[in-house]
C-alpha cells in the first residue's frame, strides 16, 4: 500500500446481503432469493469445498493467518487486523456455470452491463467505450 503497508485477500464469499460490507449483515429475504437459485445451488455444488474454506478464513483469523503463512511462514495473528470489505456480484447462470468477464446484453433503447468483475475499474473505459459505440450503433447517431 501506498503508507508501506500490505493487504491480504481479497477472499470470495457469499454476503448474505446484497450491500452487506460487513460479515455480520443479514437480509434474510435477499438470502433466500440467492440460496434458492438454481444457479447458486450449482455453483455451491460444485465448488462447497472451497466455498466452506473461504467463509472459515473470512470468519476465522487463525484460519486465515495459517493460509497467510504459506505464502509469508513468518506472519502471526498479531500481524493481521480486518480491514474494510467490498461487495462484488458474480453472474452465473442457472447451471452454476460463472459469467466470464463482462455480459453485455441489449433490446431496443436499453444496453445492460450484467457482470464487471474485479477488472471493471481498470477496464472502465474501455468498458464505457463499448457502451458508447453500441449506444451510437443503436441509436443510429
Known amino acids: 500500500m501506498i ?3 500490505i493487504e491480504a485477500g481479497p477472499n470470495a464469499v457469499l454476503a448474505f446481503k446484497r450491500e452487506g460490507y460487513s460479515r455480520w449483515q ?5 438470502l433466500l432469493e ?7 445451488r450449482g455453483l455451491a455444488w460444485k465448488y462447497w469445498r472451497n466455498g466452506l474454506a473461504e467463509l472459515r478464513r473470512s470468519y476465522s483469523k487463525k484460519a486465515f493467518v495459517k493460509a497467510l503463512q ?3 511462514p513468518e506472519i502471526t495473528e498479531n500481524d493481521v487486523r480486518r480491514y474494510s470489505a467490498g461487495v ?4 452465473c447462470d442457472g447451471e452454476g456455470n460463472l459469467a ?7 433490446q431496443p433503447g436499453v444496453i445492460n452491463v450484467c ?3 474485479s477488472p471493471a475499474a ?4 474501455a468498458i464505457g467505450e463499448t457502451i458508447a459505440l453500441k449506444a451510437l450503433q443503436q441509436f443510429e447517431y
Open 3 to 5: 503508507n508501506g503497508g
Open 26 to 30: 443479514v437480509n434474510l429475504p435477499e
Open 34 to 40: 440467492t440460496v434458492t437459485y438454481s444457479g447458486f
Open 70 to 72: 504459506q505464502l509469508i
Open 88 to 91: 462484488r456480484a458474480m453472474a
Open 100 to 106: 466470464d468477464d463482462f455480459l453485455i446484453y441489449e
Open 115 to 117: 457482470n464487471a468483475p
Open 122 to 125: 481498470t477496464a472502465s473505459l
